[in-house]
Nanobody, 122 residues
């Protein structure tokens, strides 16, 4: 069982930045692909970014490319999502998740955090 705890959400003005963190409980953290997803009210949960455990291969949703950066620190069992140039449409609950392989599909992720809310005001 892997427990994931997100932090770092909050209220920010458009154009601002936030960094989300997700701390994991497992000793095998380095073997997992870690992903970030987001869900706005009344919408489906969408893929944002992911990073593999080996070689730290990254993948991003088109909507965040060039603005968001995912990274991981395996020594701290933590994955980060640095968000710049935030837009009102980035407003959502952000979730981190762990999967055995790289995927953009929520169903491929076995473990999920409780989410952290990000609100971008215009």
């Amino acid at each position: 069982q892997v427990q994931l705890v997100e932090s770092g959400g909050g209220l920010v003005q458009a154009g601002g930045s936030l960094r989300l963190s997700c701390a994991a409980s497992t000793r095998t953290f380095s073997t997992y692909t870690m992903g970030w997803f987001r869900q706005a009210p009344g919408k489906e949960r969408d893929f944002v970014a992911a990073i593999t455990g080996n070689y730290a291969v990254t993948r991003y949703a088109d909507s965040v490319k060039g603005r968001f950066a995912i990274s991981r620190d395996d020594s701290k069992k933590t994955v980060y999502l640095q968000m710049h140039s935030l837009k009102p449409e980035d407003t959502a609950d952000y979730y981190c998740a762990a999967a055995p392989v790289l995927s953009t599909v929520p169903g491929r992720y076995d473990y999920w955090g409780q989410g952290t809310q990000v609100t971008v005001s215009s």
